[in-house]
């Protein structure tokens, strides 16, 4: 990764790679959305906009020079140009919640971390915009730990972010934490939340001797997800106006995981141009966001010049794409921001109902604030009728591994029918 050359080794808090199994689970019943009341659809449109700022690297404003930029672009060109380019992404795209996802500062670069954040996030702090926060591998690296990175953020004004679920007592990292956006006001949905967002800290390094490299998400933070969204479920799926499937989820995090190199050109929207500088090791957090059935979505940063969308398995990994200006990028290549808006359905009632479709694109910082790549993510009655159409062709595609299995082995009834099940299991596993 073109990263690795100024970066340095850092030791954060030990893992608690056991800590699912002393989780306080009595500590959840008020965790899930007490956060984010405030979050709604906007009643005029049944829209709600999102915007994700990746890998700002802010140090010490104006004295920070920018990297990777045009030689033209040299003189002058600061940490202020990604400020510049914060106020014009707010003022253009008037987004209902702002998301950073880590990496806010570069520590080595910034002389007071908290100075360095201060300026950072002005820009969402002056507009009044709700924003939230999460830490990447460079937060602490300045005058704060990682704890003491998201405290401070948590103080600053208009933000919804947390430094941990409220109650939860055991939980790896900093910056765990979920908000409910509610539906329209007046409407059937104005108590339920009918889009979950969902924060993680996926960590700076590894600290276990063995393993190289970046760090992952812990098994107490994955207990606490699926905690979280099977309350949630829950809550969506009973009365009032009972649903009968979860409301969609996003998560958020900096460090992009394993299964983001399960892509090539063909299948994804968007460019890579950098490896995927994902942990070494894989600690299942994938397949547990697929068991939980409600995300839809995954965004992260870390790889800034990485900026495409790729579907695995019904949810959507997508980079946003490096915005800050002293961070690394490719010289002639746009900073870029991406932008998501879920979009209610009408009732028959000319009412607004549950979210029916998410879209993204991505602006980049040149004269026109250029929109590229607008693509659907997720929409609810294509992705049904797409679900029961793959049911019924993985069905079909078992059935036809089962016989020619049978067929193929001279004395095929003895064959053991768990062996015919594990060998169906691969097959559908390996055309997903």
Same mark, same amino acid.
Request: charged share 20%.
């Given at each position: 990764?073109?990263?690795?050359?100024?970066?340095?080794?850092?030791?954060?808090?030990?893992?608690?790679?056991?800590?699912?199994?002393?989780?306080?689970?009595?500590?959840?019943?008020?965790?899930?959305?007490?956060?984010?009341?405030?979050?709604?659809?906007?009643?005029?449109?049944?829209?709600?906009?999102?915007?994700?700022?990746?890998?700002?690297?802010? #140090?010490?404003?104006?004295?920070?020079?920018?990297?990777?930029?045009?030689?033209?672009?040299?003189?002058?060109?600061?940490?202020?140009?990604?400020?510049?380019?914060?106020?014009? !992404?707010?003022? *253009?795209?008037?987004?209902? @919640?702002? $998301?950073?996802?880590?990496?806010?500062?570069?520590?080595?670069?910034?002389?007071?971390?908290?100075?360095?954040?201060? #300026?950072?996030?002005?820009?969402?702090?002056?507009?009044?915009?709700? /924003?939230? #926060?999460?830490?990447?591998?460079?937060?602490?690296?300045?005058?704060?730990?990682?704890?003491? =990175?998201?405290? %401070?953020?948590?103080?600053?004004? %208009?933000?919804?972010?947390?430094?941990?679920?409220?109650?939860?007592?055991?939980?790896?990292?900093?910056?765990?934490?979920?908000?409910? =956006?509610?539906?329209?006001?007046?409407?059937?949905?104005?108590?339920?939340?009918?889009?979950?967002?969902?924060? @993680?800290?996926?960590?700076?390094?590894?600290? $276990?001797?063995?393993? @190289?490299?970046?760090?992952?998400?812990?098994?107490?933070?994955?207990?606490?997800?699926?905690?979280?969204?099977?309350?949630?479920?829950?809550?969506? !799926?009973?009365?009032?106006?009972?649903?009968?499937?979860?409301?969609?989820?996003?998560?958020?995090?900096?460090?992009?995981?394993?299964?983001?190199?399960?892509?090539?050109?063909?299948?994804?929207?968007?460019?890579?141009?950098?490896?995927?500088?994902?942990?070494?090791?894989?600690?299942?957090?994938?397949?547990?966001?697929?068991?939980?059935?409600?995300?839809?979505? $995954?965004?992260?940063?870390?790889? %800034?010049?990485?900026?495409?969308?790729?579907?695995?398995?019904?949810?959507?990994?997508?980079? *946003?794409?490096?915005?800050?200006?002293?961070?690394?990028?490719?010289?002639?290549?746009?900073?870029?921001?991406?932008?998501? =808006? #879920?979009?209610?359905?009408?009732?028959?009632?000319?009412?607004?109902?549950?979210?029916?479709?998410?879209?993204?694109?991505?602006?980049?910082?040149?004269?026109?604030?250029?929109?590229?790549?607008?693509? =659907?993510? /997720?929409?609810?009655?294509? &992705?049904?009728?797409?679900?029961?159409?793959?049911?019924?062709?993985?069905?079909?595609?078992?059935? &036809?591994?089962? /016989?020619? *299995?049978?067929?193929?082995?001279?004395?095929?009834?003895?064959?053991?029918?768990?062996?015919?099940?594990?060998?169906?299991?691969?097959? *559908?596993?390996?055309?997903?």
């Amino acid at each position: 990764m073109m990263e690795e050359r100024r970066k340095k080794m850092s030791i954060g808090a030990p893992g608690l790679l056991a800590a699912a199994a002393v989780l306080c689970l009595s500590s959840l019943a008020g965790a899930a959305g007490e956060a984010g009341a405030g979050l709604r659809f906007r009643v005029t449109s049944g829209e709600f906009k999102i915007l994700q700022v990746a890998d700002m690297h802010y #140090a010490d404003g104006r004295t920070t020079p920018c990297e990777d930029v045009l030689p033209s672009q040299v003189a002058g060109c600061s940490d202020l140009n990604t400020t510049a380019f914060i106020h014009r !992404m707010i003022q *253009a795209e008037k987004p209902d @919640l702002v $998301v950073f996802t880590g990496d806010n500062i570069f520590g080595f670069d910034a002389t007071d971390a908290a100075k360095s954040m201060d #300026a950072a996030f002005s820009p969402a702090i002056s507009s009044g915009v709700p /924003w939230a #926060a999460v830490l990447g591998n460079h937060d602490q690296e300045s005058t704060l730990s990682r704890e003491g =990175v998201m405290k %401070h953020i948590v103080s600053l004004k %208009h933000t919804l972010s947390q430094v941990n679920p409220p109650g939860v007592h055991v939980i790896d990292g900093f910056g765990n934490y979920n908000l409910e =956006v509610h539906g329209v006001e007046g409407s059937g949905f104005e108590n339920k939340s009918v889009l979950n967002l969902y924060f @993680l800290d996926s960590g700076d390094y590894s600290t $276990v001797p063995s393993i @190289l490299g970046y760090d992952w998400i812990k098994p107490s933070q994955q207990f606490w997800f699926q905690r979280t969204s099977m309350k949630l479920q829950r809550a969506y !799926m009973s009365n009032p106006v009972a649903q009968k499937a979860p409301a969609p989820g996003l998560v958020y995090f900096h460090i992009p995981l394993p299964e983001f190199a399960s892509f090539d050109s063909s299948n994804f929207t968007g460019v890579k141009q950098e490896g995927i500088s994902s942990a070494s090791v894989n600690s299942g957090f994938f397949a547990t966001m697929v068991e939980a059935g409600d995300i839809k979505a $995954v965004f992260t940063g870390h790889d %800034h010049i990485n900026d495409f969308c790729g579907e695995l398995t019904g949810i959507e990994l997508c980079y *946003a794409g490096g915005f800050g200006y002293h961070a690394y990028g490719k010289a002639g290549w746009a900073r870029r921001a991406r932008v998501v =808006v #879920a979009t209610l359905e009408k009732t028959d009632k000319a009412s607004w109902g549950p979210v029916k479709s998410i879209k993204t694109w991505k602006r980049l910082d040149d004269p026109y604030l250029t929109a590229i790549d607008g693509q =659907v993510l /997720w929409s609810k009655s294509t &992705k049904e009728s797409e679900s029961a159409t793959i049911k019924i062709k993985k069905t079909r595609r078992e059935q &036809k591994e089962f /016989w020619t *299995a049978r067929r193929s082995t001279s004395n095929y009834q003895k064959v053991p029918l768990s062996l015919s099940h594990t060998h169906m299991h691969a097959c *559908a596993h390996r055309h997903t």
